[in-house]
């Protein structure tokens, strides 16, 4: 494996995969699906200028009512403002 692709894998043992007892296939793929899912499309990266990968072209809105949002029962939290 190359360095990138070593690095994503103990990212997600990190943030994800220690945290539960995976049952089976079925239940591991579910859990490195979310995770993947949260991973591009909320989750900040510093490279993007604390952007997710798939950030929208507007910024977000200065007021609103700030929501969250979870995923794996709230291991993975993402908190955005509600559009007014």
Not at 20 to 36: A, C, K, Q, S, T
Not at 59 to 81: K, S
Request: charged letters at 25%; one cysteine or more; aromatic letters at 10%.
């Amino acid at each position: 494996m190359n360095a990138f692709a070593e690095r994503w894998a103990q990212t997600v043992q990190v943030e994800c995969l220690d945290h539960f007892v995976v049952l089976g296939e079925d239940h591991l793929r579910y859990i490195v699906g979310e995770y993947v899912a949260y991973f591009n499309t909320e989750r900040p990266h510093q490279a993007m200028d604390n952007c997710p990968l798939t950030a929208p072209e507007t910024r977000a809105p200065a007021e609103g009512e700030i929501r969250c949002r979870e995923r794996l029962g709230g291991l993975l939290r993402h908190y955005y403002r509600q559009a007014a």
